[in-house]
């Protein structure tokens, strides 16, 4: 079943704004642009630690050695440098108090067991539910598309020649160790306070208005490695991990945010120590992905692990706080927000699908610091998530729409 159709883009009058970019926009540079950085390896290594540093080689070379010159090629020539490899595109002279800050990120968390990653290519859209062309490789929809939107948009906004009297902050961001460090530096690097912040994810045209936050707790459990032929000998660290699943299906929480959802504490990784022939693990390391609502305290929310998992004896069992993302909520009656959703209706002739996310995103960190934030972007057509990433073409080209529209009605 088709999960949406083509992108419905309605006949814009050139003499509009929104004919003025639709006659603008090079559509050609930006699906050319999509498969030169869907080429780029940007992945996070498959193993138990999915964590990745934002300097770490593979994203220097990306931001520094492809990203960078490209930006400086449409005359993005003031950068800032947010320290550990996170780049900041400083556009407009600021004399108007409107300034709106745009992410995206470089590391490509999912889809990791696609064949032929990295060589990005045009299929046909069938397969993956849509109509028309929409374009493959590992990390298109996470980020190749909305780096290659924001180039385009550029080479747009310099080809109509409207000069920004406002401010626009377009981040290129490295955040893949699910904290909010990278976005923390980027704001504290910047000469004044955004009043709105889109962050370009694979949302499937929607825009999210929130999402939950998330505390990775960290468990390890220490038994007694033995030899399979004399299991009583020692403490299956195995049955020890099977004892953490069951003290942690006890927890539950009586409310629920409206909007939001309900709280979960889910292991997401498990790796045990020593596998040898026949050798029963002594040690077992494991993730939780407990979800937080706005309101809760990770420090709180590891304390409760901490206590649904006390006496699991003969094991040794230490429980602590990982990396924490915040959750993040938006006032529908925003006027930026309302803005964005004009500039949406003159691309598709209609408002975007508004909705709530499950993921946990870095909207908790623009939002903690009280910059309303929403998530929005092509993508999300393929098999999330760990087949194929696709995104259809029509919906990229239409993100740099509404994008440039919001940018040039807000700030020009």
């Known amino acids: 079943m088709a999960r949406h159709g083509s992108g419905g883009r309605v006949a814009a009058d050139p003499e509009t704004l929104a004919g003025r970019i639709d ?4 559509r050609g540079f930006l699906l050319d642009t999509l498969l030169d950085l869907g080429r780029v390896p940007t992945d996070v290594p498959v193993g138990f630690d999915t964590l990745i540093d934002p300097d770490d080689p593979k994203l220097v070379h990306y931001v520094q050695e492809v990203m960078r010159p490209r930006l400086i090629a449409e005359g993005a020539d003031d950068l800032i440098d947010a320290g550990r490899n996170e780049l900041v595109l400083r556009l407009g002279s600021g004399e108007r108090e409107r300034c709106l800050l745009i992410q995206n990120y470089t590391p490509a968390q999912h889809h990791n067991l696609m064949q032929r990653p990295f060589d990005a290519r045009v ?6 539910g849509r109509e028309g062309p929409v374009a493959v490789g590992q990390g298109v929809s996470q980020n190749k598309a909305h780096q290659a939107v924001m180039l385009a948009v550029l080479r747009l906004l310099r080809e109509l020649g409207t000069p920004l009297r406002g401010q626009l902050y377009w981040t290129v961001n490295n955040e893949g160790r699910s904290s909010h460090d990278c976005t923390n530096a980027i704001l ?66 009586q409310d629920r945010h409206e909007l939001l959802g309900g709280r979960h504490a889910h292991v997401y990784k498990l790796e045990l120590d020593p596998v040898a022939p026949h050798t029963i693990p002594g040690l077992a390391r494991l993730t939780i992905d407990r979800r937080l609502l706005p309101g809760d305290d990770p420090d709180a929310a590891t304390e409760e692990i901490r206590d649904a998992l006390a006496g699991l004896g003969p094991f040794d069992v230490t429980v602590e706080r990982g990396v924490t993302m915040l959750p993040s909520l938006i006032d529908p009656a925003d006027p930026w927000l309302a803005s964005m959703q004009q500039a949406f209706i003159a691309a598709r002739g209609r408002a975007a699908p508004v909705f709530y996310s499950p993921g946990c995103f870095d909207a908790g960190a623009t939002s903690a610091r009280g910059i309303p934030t929403v998530s929005f972007g092509a993508g999300g057509d393929g098999d999330w998530p760990t087949g194929d990433d696709a995104v259809a073409i029509v919906d990229v080209e239409d993100e740099a729409r509404v994008l440039a529209q919001l940018i040039l009605t807000e700030l020009a």
Do not use: C, K
Request: aromatic content about 4%; cysteine-free.
């Open 123 to 128: 299929a046909d859209g069938a397969a993956y």
């Open 23 to 26: 006659a603008t926009l090079d």
């Open 188 to 253: 504290e690097r910047l000469d004044r306070r955004p009043n709105f912040a889109v962050l370009q994810l694979n949302q499937r045209m929607g825009i999210s208005l929130g999402n939950r936050g998330r505390v990775d707790v960290d468990v390890r459990l220490r038994g007694r490695t033995t030899h399979s032929s004399t299991p009583d000998a020692g403490a299956n660290a195995i049955e020890g991990a099977a004892l953490v699943v069951e003290r942690l299906r006890t927890l539950s929480w």
